[in-house]
C-alpha cells in the first residue's frame, strides 16, 4: 500500500514542502527511510516504531520504505516524526483517514507516543498559506509560533493518538487563534527608558540621529560613563516593528530555536549583546545545518559590541559585508542559505587601556604606545562602516544626583518617526538613492 503525507522542512528561514510517502510490501521486515536522510532521521525511526507501540497500534512486520522527496534536499529535523508514522498506520490500513488533501503535518514523536515541539513553525505555517494548505497539525507546545498566519487552521496536537482521532474525525480539536493587536498592545512594551539617563545631552542627540538616518554608533567613554545604559535604551526610541517585520524577526528567533513557548510573535525590537569571546560563526551565522548568527538575531533592532575591541578581528571582518547587504549568506557543502541582517551596530569602547584619557578628574596612565595599539585594534575592521562616534564623558556625583532625567523614550520615538517621514517621503518626491546610510555627520570625535 501507498500514502503520501504533506510536511516541511527548513531552509534558512524558509520552510520548504516535502511529500512524505510511505510503501508497504510483503516481504522480510525492514524500515527504510530514503531522501538524503541524516542521523537525525535515522534515529526517527525509533521513535516512530516505539511510538506505534505505545500509542496502542502494531509496527508492521513488513518492507516500509519512506521516501522524503525532493530527495536532494538535505534535510534535518525531526518534524518528520508525525508523518512518518501516520503515512504506516494509513498504509497498512490500521488508520483511515478519507481526506488528507491540504492537509500538512508537523512534530516529533517522542518515545510513548506524545508530540514535541520543532523549530520554525512560523516559517512552516507561512510557506503552508502560499502552498494552498488550508489545515496544519503542530505540537500543541509551539502552536502559537505558527496560528500568527492566519489564513491557516492550525491543529494543535499533543499525541500521535489525538493527532489520529483528529484526523480520522473522531474528535474535535479548536485550532489555535491568536489575536495580533492584543499580542502587540499587550507585549509591544519596553521595560528601559531614555528617560533614566541624565545628562549626557550630546550622546542622546547623537543616538536619535542614528536611529532616524539607521547609522552604526561608536560610544567611546570611562568605565561607568552610561554607555551600556544608553545603548539598551536604543530600542525603546525606534519605531514600533510593523507586522510583516515582527513576523521576518519571530522567523528568525524560531528557527533559532529561541523563541520562548507560549510566545507567538516577537513584537519588540531585537537587543543583542554578544560576549567579546563570540566566534565568526556565532556572530553572523553557520553551522553544518547554517543558523542565524547574532547579526539576524538582531534584525530590524541594535547589535550592540560592547569592549569593541576586545572582539576577535576575524568576526569583526566578517561584518563587513552583512552591514553593507543588510542580509548575509552562509554556505556550508551543498547549501547556501540567506538571513536578514538588517540592524544598527551599536560599539562601545574605552578610550584607551586604563580607560580614562580625557576624563575630567582621572588622568590617563597609559604609555603613548600603548594607547595607539589599543586604537588601532579597532581601526581596521569596521571603523569605516561606523558613520557616528559619539564621547560619552562620565558625569559627576553632583550631575548625578541632580534632578530628573532627560525626556522619554515616547517623545523621542515621535521625532524619529517625523523624520523618518520625511526622508521617506523625500526620496520619493527626488528620486534620488542617496542619503540612506552612508551620510557623515560631524559628530566624529
Ligand atoms: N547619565 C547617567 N544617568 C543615570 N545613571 C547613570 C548615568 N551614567 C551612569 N549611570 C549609572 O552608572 C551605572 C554604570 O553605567 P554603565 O554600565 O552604563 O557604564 P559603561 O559606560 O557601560 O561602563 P563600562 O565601560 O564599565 O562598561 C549605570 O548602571 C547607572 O546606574
Ligand atoms: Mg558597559
Ligand atoms: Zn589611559
Not at 516481504?27 to 535515522?42: C, E, H, R, T, Y
Not at 540621529?209 to 526610541?237: C, D, E, F, W, Y
Not at 513584537?267 to 566566534?279: L, V
Not at 586604563?354 to 597609559?366: A, N, Y
Request: glycine share 8%.
Amino acid at each position: 500500500m501507498f500514502t503520501r503525507i504533506t510536511s516541511y522542512t527548513l531552509y534558512g528561514v524558509d520552510a520548504i514542502k516535502v511529500d512524505v510517502e510511505v510503501h508497504t510490501a510483503r516481504g522480510s521486515p525492514q524500515f527504510n527511510i530514503v531522501g538524503l536522510p541524516d542521523k537525525a532521521i535515522s534515529e526517527s525511526r525509533e521513535r516512530v516504531r516505539a511510538g506505534l507501540i505505545n500509542s496502542g497500534y502494531k509496527f508492521p512486520l513488513e518492507r516500509i520504505t519512506v521516501n522524503l522527496s525532493p530527495a536532494d534536499l538535505r534535510k534535518e529535523s525531526p518534524a518528520f516524526d508525525l508523518p512518518v508514522a501516520m503515512g504506516i498506520l494509513i498504509a497498512t490500513g490500521q488508520v483511515k483517514i478519507s481526506d488528507l488533501e491540504s492537509i500538512a503535518m508537523v512534530g516529533e514523536i517522542s518515545l510513548d507516543g506524545t508530540v514535541n515541539r520543532v523549530r520554525g513553525l512560523l516559517s512552516v505555517a507561512d510557506q503552508c498559506s502560499k502552498d494552498g494548505i488550508r489545515t496544519l497539525l503542530v505540537p500543541q507546545d509551539n502552536a502559537y509560533e505558527a496560528a500568527v498566519i492566519q489564513k491557516v487552521r492550525v491543529i494543535p496536537i499533543t499525541s500521535l493518538g489525538q493527532a489520529i482521532a483528529f484526523l480520522s474525525g473522531n474528535s474535535e480539536v479548536p485550532s489555535v487563534q491568536v489575536d495580533l493587536a492584543e499580542i502587540f498592545s499587550l507585549n509591544g512594551k519596553y521595560d528601559l527608558d531614555f528617560s533614566d539617563v541624565k545628562g549626557q545631552e550630546q550622546a542622546r542627540r547623537a543616538l536619535e540621529v542614528a536611529v532616524a538616518g539607521g547609522h552604526n554608533v561608536l560610544m567611546v567613554g570611562p568605565p561607568g560613563s552610561g554607555k551600556t545604559m544608553l545603548a539598551r535604551r536604543l530600542p525603546s526610541i525606534m519605531p514600533e516593528l510593523e507586522v510583516e517585520e515582527a513576523v521576518e524577526v519571530t522567523r528568525i528567533y524560531s528557527i533559532a530555536g529561541l523563541l520562548p513557548s507560549g510566545i507567538s510573535l516577537l513584537t519588540r525590537r531585537p537587543f543583542r549583546k554578544p560576549h567579546h569571546t563570540i566566534s565568526e560563526v556565532g556572530l553572523v551565522g553557520g553551522g553544518r545545518f547554517p543558523r542565524p548568527g547574532e547579526i539576524s538575531l538582531s534584525h530590524c533592532g541594535v547589535l550592540f559590541l560592547d569592549e569593541l575591541t576586545e572582539f576577535r578581528q576575524s568576526a569583526l571582518e566578517a561584518l563587513r559585508q552583512p552591514l553593507e547587504d543588510g542580509e548575509v549568506s552562509v554556505s556550508r557543502s551543498l547549501i547556501t542559505v540567506t538571513f536578514p541582517a538588517r540592524f544598527i551596530l551599536i560599539g562601545a569602547m574605552n578610550p584607551c587601556p586604563c580607560g580614562f584619557r580625557g576624563d575630567r578628574s582621572i588622568p590617563c596612565q597609559c604609555p603613548e604606545n600603548l594607547y595607539r595599539q589599543y586604537r588601532h585594534k579597532v581601526s581596521g575592521p569596521i571603523l569605516d562602516r561606523i558613520d557616528i562616534h559619539i564621547p560619552v564623558p562620565r558625569l559627576t556625583r553632583a550631575e548625578l544626583l541632580r534632578g530628573p532625567g532627560g525626556e522619554v523614550s515616547e517623545i523621542i520615538r515621535e521625532r524619529v518617526k517625523r523624520a523618518r517621514d520625511i526622508q521617506r517621503k523625500r526620496f520619493v518626491d527626488q528620486r534620488i538613492k542617496e542619503n540612506s546610510g552612508r551620510t557623515h555627520y560631524s559628530l566624529r570625535t
